[in-house]
């Protein structure tokens, strides 16, 4: 997994929790590599995995509502690091519809060792999208918080279901409906 | 800050020391990496431009001859090379005029299309970029555009090149295409059959009915296995059927099964699946339409069941049924049809066949043949229902055909012939005909007069006798009151009799009426009610017969009678009287003699004495002949004596009381019947025939024997002896009284005649058979229920 994610995921920690509850996670979870990440880098999954389940024994918040909210605060960490492309898209639908085609791409193309999850848009009309996330990860709570925090950088109101096509989350398909 | 919180930060501060040396070492070994890269690509590239200069020619030529649009301009939009699919696309031509692409984009799509340019030179590329431009003969032209920038030697972008696709028509079709799927939608979300879509047995969408279908709801059910909602005798035959469309066997497979809903319960439904392919033919989604057919299927179930049921009425019918179709093909036919015209096919051999397969036999046997083949021509052509129509056959029956068309929203569709067999019918009618006759004719000739009458005693009909009877002619009789016409002397009972014939009573009762003449007539009148068809009270029939001779005749034998029964008690105390009178003289008489026997036996002499035991004798006679006819006279007819006799017994008590001489025995040959009778008159019967029997036996050896046998309504007695016998001159007036043969001691003549007098009580009658020195054989009976 890329170091991205650790160093954002330390950052949010740090900016709701507090550097104590970072240090905490960390040092209780035997590490291999002790908690020292550089955004450049790759790492274990299974250390993001004991990492936020640590956090959530901490805080008492449902992992996946921890990644949910991770999402969310990723969103505007990628979109600081790499603005143009954002700022290339005008709308929510059509970033989401374009992730497979560009965004991907883009990160491919920094890091190609990346593991990234796939979105197979089902249908798409102006208001609305309808996407199958698919990962190995099972990370979809994160990547409902990633798709709410898009639609809400771009000023819109939305309500996004799911629907677990898989029990353990690795295929789930996502029902996107701006409110209008 | 405590020591925690230091040791905290100390912790964290050595985290982003270790990181950054770790980020640093990464990006020495990147620079290391990129710097050996480097000096890698630039030996490819000299090679490659030694290998591009070669190429550039050939490629030109290639360029200019690629199918699809092909254009470069420089960094500011400018064409500074297309190919002749890009002149005919834009309409314009480089070598003939400057012109930018960017001028020639669409106003709307700009500003999009700058971001593009932009994003194009600053990563190189840029992949299906869509955007509108105009033509030099100003249409409107929807383009792809897939680009790449075109580098000199020092990294600079020097030119942009790109392949152009005209993409108006597949856009226009997209959009198309969209509208058709939001429609495709509405239908889908609004169709009344439910609507799913599965991969590998998973629902990824279904639609509103098909949840109604099953009550879960759309979160519920998306995301649920095909099988939890099957019922599991189904699922092989799912499984088989999926598993050949997974190979692509088949494309689409429709089946009935069951689906299990939400609250446990299940419903029928028929389902049919078809494959979602992609272009290679793997098969991405099923497409299933369910629709319940529960209420189908019980509804075909009550269809057929009243079809069974119609179809054995039809066949069990009493009517010839034909049914054909507008083309005179048979449709249906009955049993009763095939018996009626001897088809020798059932009517399921007929289903289908035209009708001319079976008309030879119909005609064969119709008697009329000729005027038959009118009928039906013109019942064919003019197709109006026509009942009743009567024809014979050969073999006698009646047929009654009835002609029914049969249209279908107004058209004609075909026609039915029904047959009925109306032979016993007629024969019935004909047989009433001929009964009304011959009664109307007994009733016309008869003896007795009939009249009917209505409720209000208005005569409606009388008869020939009748009008004899009353001396009225039949105009005069009919229509009058009944009452008014002819007086009759006892009113009330005549109306009570008409009360008694609305309470449904008859019977017979005596009138006097007076005839047209004013005679006085009895009439005995028998009433009955006359009912109409629903059983009501209508009238009454009456039957006269004019009785007054008989009656004058009764009246006189019972005058007679009266007469008769005070003479008979008259004659009666006479004989009392008489008897009476008769015996004092005779004791005086005995008296006398027995003391002149006692007084002058002395000096009498033998003749004298004799003489006076003469006259004994004959006054003992006398005393027997007065006992007699007392005894006789007093034989009446009394039923309240009657009891339950055994002849046996009285046999017994005779034998003790009268003498039997020596020689003498009675036998009783089979057991006798015990009777009901006076048992005095009984007794006195069979003594006076036994009394007479074993005297007048002269033989050494005398024997009376006693027999009977049950005669149905009465007994027959047999007393046979051996005696002297009767001659037959005398067999008829021994039985009158004061009849004796010869002068026997004690026969009195009056013995027999009680006999017969007995007997004629009891129904009975008594006949002998006897010849002199033969012996004397009596048969007599007697009625059991007198």
Request: hydrophobic fraction near 35%; charge should be negative; glycine fraction near 6%.
């Amino acid at each position: 997994m890329k170091g991205i994610v650790f160093t954002e995921f330390l950052e949010m920690v740090e900016e709701t929790f507090g550097l104590e509850v970072v240090d905490q996670i960390i040092e209780e979870a035997n590490l291999e590599s002790e908690g020292i990440y550089t955004s450049v880098g790759t790492y274990e999954f299974s250390e993001m995995l004991t990492l936020i389940s640590n956090l959530s024994d901490k805080v008492k918040i449902s992992i996946n509502d921890l990644l949910y909210e991770f999402g969310k605060f990723l969103f505007n960490s990628l979109g600081q690091a790499h603005p143009e492309v954002i700022k290339s898209y005008t709308d929510p639908i059509n970033m989401i519809q374009s992730i497979e085609d560009h965004i991907h791409v883009h990160v491919k193309k920094l890091y190609p060792d990346a593991e990234l999850p796939t979105f197979n848009v089902l249908e798409k009309t102006d208001t609305s999208i309808i996407t199958i996330y698919e990962s190995s990860r099972g990370l979809y709570a994160l990547a409902h918080g990633l798709m709410e925090q898009a639609f809400r950088h771009f000023g819109k109101d939305v309500s996004i279901t799911y629907t677990l096509l898989q029990e353990d989350g690795t295929k789930v398909k996502f029902e996107a409906k701006q409110n209008v | 800050m405590s020591n925690n919180e230091i040791d905290i930060l100390k912790r964290s501060i050595e985290r982003q020391k270790k990181a950054r040396k770790q980020a640093e070492r990464i990006l020495e070994e990147k620079s290391k990496d990129l710097y050996d890269l480097t000096l890698q690509l630039r030996e490819t590239n000299e090679r490659l431009e030694n290998l591009l200069s070669e190429k550039t020619s050939e490629l030109e030529g290639v360029f200019i001859n690629i199918i699809d649009p092909y254009i470069v301009m420089d960094p500011g939009g400018k064409v500074i090379k297309m190919n002749q699919a890009a002149i005919s696309l834009l309409g314009y031509n480089f070598k003939d005029e400057d012109f930018n692409l960017k001028s020639i984009i669409h106003p709307d799509y700009l500003e999009q299309s700058k971001k593009s340019f932009e994003q194009l030179y600053e990563v190189g590329t840029i992949k299906n970029f869509k955007t509108k431009i105009i033509a030099n003969d100003k249409s409107e032209i929807l383009v792809q555009l897939n680009a790449s920038v075109i580098y000199d030697k020092h990294k600079k972008a020097i030119a942009a090149q790109g392949i152009l696709r005209d993409i108006t028509r597949e856009e226009e079709v997209k959009q198309l295409l969209a509208v058709q799927k939001r429609q495709l939608d509405i239908i889908v979300e609004n169709s009344p059959l439910g609507i799913v879509l599965t991969d590998k047995g998973e629902i990824i969408k279904s639609n509103q009915a098909f949840q109604n279908y099953l009550g879960y709801s759309k979160s519920e059910i998306e995301g649920m296995i095909v099988k939890e909602i099957s019922s599991p005798e189904d699922i092989d035959e799912s499984l088989r059927l999926m598993e050949k469309m997974e190979e692509g066997d088949i494309d689409k497979f429709t089946l009935i099964k069951r689906y299990t809903k939400k609250d446990g319960s299940q419903f029928l439904a028929r389902t049919s699946v078809s494959a979602v392919r992609d272009s290679i033919g793997i098969m991405e989604y099923q497409v299933a339409i369910v629709e319940d057919i529960t209420k189908e299927r019980e509804a075909a179930d009550l269809l057929k069941e009243s079809e069974s049921r119609l179809s054995s009425l039809i066949s069990n019918l009493h009517l010839g049924v034909l049914l054909e179709d507008k083309k005179q093909n048979i449709v249906l036919s009955n049993q009763m049809f095939c018996k009626l015209f001897s088809i020798g096919k059932s009517p399921d051999e007929l289903l289908g066949k035209h009708v001319s397969s079976v008309s030879d036999l119909v005609d064969s046997w119709i008697v009329d043949l000729p005027s038959f083949k009118k009928l039906t021509q013109t019942l064919l052509k003019e197709k109006k229902t026509v009942l009743g129509k009567i024809i014979e056959l050969h073999g006698g029956q009646i047929i009654e055909i009835d002609y029914i068309p049969i249209y279908s929203n107004g058209l004609y569709t075909g026609h039915l012939w029904i047959f009925n067999d109306v032979t016993v019918r007629n024969n019935y009618r004909r047989n009433l005909e001929i009964q009304k006759e011959k009664y109307s004719s007994i009733i016309a000739n008869m003896n007795l007069g009939l009249i009917e009458v209505n409720n209000d005693d208005i005569i409606l009909l009388a008869n020939q006798s009748f009008c004899q009877m009353s001396g009225y002619s039949e105009a005069e009789l009919l229509g009058e009151k009944g009452a008014d016409i002819l007086s009759v002397k006892n009113k009330e009972l005549l109306l009570s009799k008409s009360k008694e014939r609305l309470k449904h009573h008859s019977d017979s009762y005596e009138v006097q009426v007076k005839n047209k003449d004013g005679e006085w007539r009895y009439w005995l009148i028998s009433g009955a009610p006359r009912y109409d068809e629903t059983g009501k009270v209508v009238g009454t029939i009456g039957i006269h017969l004019d009785v007054t001779e008989q009656k004058q005749l009764e009246l006189q034998k019972e005058q007679l009678l009266n007469q008769l029964e005070s003479s008979n008690v008259a004659l009666k105390e006479y004989a009392h009287i008489v008897s009476h009178d008769l015996k004092s003289p005779l004791r005086s008489l005995n008296a006398l003699l027995t003391w002149m026997k006692e007084d002058y036996g002395d000096v009498l002499d033998d003749a004298g004495i004799q003489n006076l035991n003469l006259m004994e004798d004959k006054l003992e006679a006398m005393d027997n002949l007065i006992n007699g006819i007392l005894q006789y006279s007093s034989i009446q007819d009394d039923v309240s004596k009657n009891t339950s006799v055994d002849v046996n017994e009285v046999v017994k008590e005779i034998e003790e009381i009268i003498y039997i001489p020596p020689h003498v025995k009675i036998n009783i040959v089979n057991t006798l019947p015990t009777i009901i009778a006076d048992k005095t008159k009984i007794h006195q019967l069979l003594q006076n025939i036994l009394t007479n029997a074993v005297a007048h036996i002269e033989c050494e050896e005398g024997l009376v024997e006693i027999g009977s046998r049950d005669s149905g309504d009465c007994w027959t007695f047999r007393i046979k002896d051996n005696g002297t016998g009767i001659p037959p001159e005398y067999h008829e007036k021994i039985f009158d009284i004061f009849q004796t043969i010869g002068n026997k001691e004690g026969s009195t003549g009056i013995g027999l005649s009680i006999v017969k007098k007995i007997i004629e009580i009891y129904n009975g009658e008594i006949c002998l058979d006897s010849a002199k020195g033969k012996g004397t054989e009596f048969y007599f009976t007697l009625a059991k229920n007198k």
